[in-house]
């Protein structure tokens, strides 16, 4: 036993965290986390993955109900929402949670600290804990290695003001009623996600993207369907303008924005009473006193790393998840913990792919992609083959019978040379299963033709792979 307190302590219990604190855990290090919220979980568990996915997946039902269920011979009368009990099951669902990490922390013998940590030095962490009588109490915890994965917040902007109206992605999934007209500054994955959840829900809303195109890192083809099934769905798209002012009307009750379009010039206004500001996240390092242990961090504040998730200028400081920058996912988050620990444990485990890492909006349709976007193998100068698949032209699209299938398909891009795939991208419902299929593929470098020859289930959405696989190898399909 070394004389440290812990061999391992980790700041931050997100997805990332946790994970890293279990699997130290396991193999056999002494193990603390710290956590300045007073639950586990981070922004995913308590104010993110799950409490949207539990809204969306809830309002898809009641939005299904009155849209679409009538076409497969069930009628009813009178249906209506319920918001408050529906919020009060998502609060019900993370309570379960965060009592099922309470419990793998004391299983796996992991000490909890609540409050804010500052490095000392290299080996000593100084813990802030507020007291209930609001007084502050610090306690110092030495250690061997420390993993930093404090995760990232909403980023924010000079022009925007505080107010109860104006909402992030934490407190948008926390109102007490549900927007009559809401504004949303931001196209990407979390914007287009919450927008969906309260179109359903009966809200008027409108997105306003200083890009030129929904999410923008994504597959073009991907951002061109979903502006049509948004568009379809009645929540009005505006892409390429920068926000110019945003203020306050009739007593608090009405948000006044101006945009400014690129292209022209010209100012045009939108009142709403609720406006969310989804324009990314940043890196949360505050009160870590980085700058004492020279970790060096770049111009937007992600702390740099090597290869193995170590901070350059300190060896016994590792940093993993949204902090690092990258794809700000939980499941990226997981492995990269999975991967420092194990390292640290003398296991010489695999490096995550980065390139393999699927990204899944769960609107519905669903979208997800792995691999490379057509515009990045463009500008690598890669020649290569496309194949597109129409999810309409299934059996089962038939069977479902919905519009979830009616812009949905499966893009598969391969390496002209090879064979190779390089990108796999799709939209349509139950993707974001169907994506693992396709980054095992890739992960074992399997070709176009491989994914072809595959026997798949019918009548399933999956059969898409086999008949896009078969237009990228052939530039044919059998069903159209």
């Known amino acids: 036993m070394n004389n440290y307190s812990y061999d391992i302590v980790i700041i931050g219990s997100g997805p990332g965290g946790y994970v890293a604190a279990i699997r130290a855990s396991q193999l056999g290090f002494r193990t603390a986390i710290i956590e300045k919220d007073t639950h586990l979980g981070g922004t995913c568990l308590n104010v993110g993955c799950i409490p949207s996915k539990y809204l969306l997946h809830s309002s898809k039902y009641f939005f ?41 922390m004391k299983k796996n013998k992991i000490d909890i600290y609540h409050g804010l940590a500052t490095f000392k030095n290299k080996h000593v962490i100084s813990i802030q804990r507020i007291q209930k009588d609001n007084n502050y109490i610090n306690q110092e915890i030495q250690f061997k290695y420390c993993i930093i994965a404090t995760g990232s917040e909403s980023q924010t902007h000079p022009k925007f003001i505080k107010n109860k109206r104006i909402l992030f992605s934490k407190n948008a999934l926390s109102i007490h009623e549900i927007p009559k007209r809401l504004i ?29 195109k ?38 608090n009750t009405e948000i006044y924005i101006t945009v400014v379009k690129k292209n022209n010039g010209k100012k045009i ?56 920058g990258g794809k700000m996912l939980a499941h990226k988050a997981e492995e990269e913990g999975l991967y420092v620990v194990e390292y640290l444990a003398g296991q010489n485990p695999n490096k995550l792919n980065y390139n393999l890492v699927p990204s899944i909006i769960y609107t519905y349709p669903e979208v997800s992609s792995v691999g490379k976007t057509e515009a990045e193998i463009k500008n690598e100068k890669i020649e290569y083959n496309i194949g597109i698949f129409p999810l309409k032209n299934l059996g089962i699209s038939k069977i479902i019978d919905n519009d979830s299938c009616k812009h949905g398909f499966v893009k598969i891009i391969s390496k002209k040379s090879t064979d190779e795939i390089l990108g796999i991208h799709m939209i349509g419902p139950n993707v974001s299963e ?17 994914l072809y020859r595959i026997c798949y289930p019918h009548p399933t959405f999956s059969e898409s792979l086999k008949e896009a696989a078969l237009m990228t190898f052939t530039k044919q399909a059998i069903h159209i």
């Open 214 to 251: 929904l999410i923008s890192n994504m597959d073009h083809s991907l951002s061109d369907s979903m502006k049509k099934i948004l568009e379809e769905n009645s929540i009005q798209v505006e892409t390429s303008l920068l926000i110019d002012n945003i203020q306050m009307l009739k007593n």
């Open 184 to 212: 949303v500054i931001g196209g990407g994955i979390i914007g287009i996600e919450l927008s969906a959840i309260y179109q359903r829900l009966g809200s008027q809303v409108i997105i306003l993207e200083t890009m030129d």
């Open 64 to 104: 299904l109900s009155k849209k679409e269920y009538h076409s497969y011979g069930i009628t009813y009368d009178n249906i209506y929402l319920n918001f408050n009990k529906m919020m009060n099951k998502k609060n019900d669902i993370i309570n379960n949670l965060n009592i099922g990490l309470q419990f793998l």
């Open 269 to 324: 206004n939108y009142i709403g009473d609720y406006c969310l500001i989804s324009i990314g996240r940043i890196p949360y390092t505050q009160h870590l006193n980085l700058n004492q242990l020279g970790i060096k961090q770049d111009n937007k504040g992600f702390i740099l790393v090597n290869e193995h998730l170590q901070c350059n200028t300190v060896n016994n400081i590792y940093a993993i998840g949204d902090v690092i």
């Open 434 to 450: 169907i994506i693992m299929t396709a980054a095992i593929a890739m992960e074992f470098r399997a070709t176009s033709e491989d």
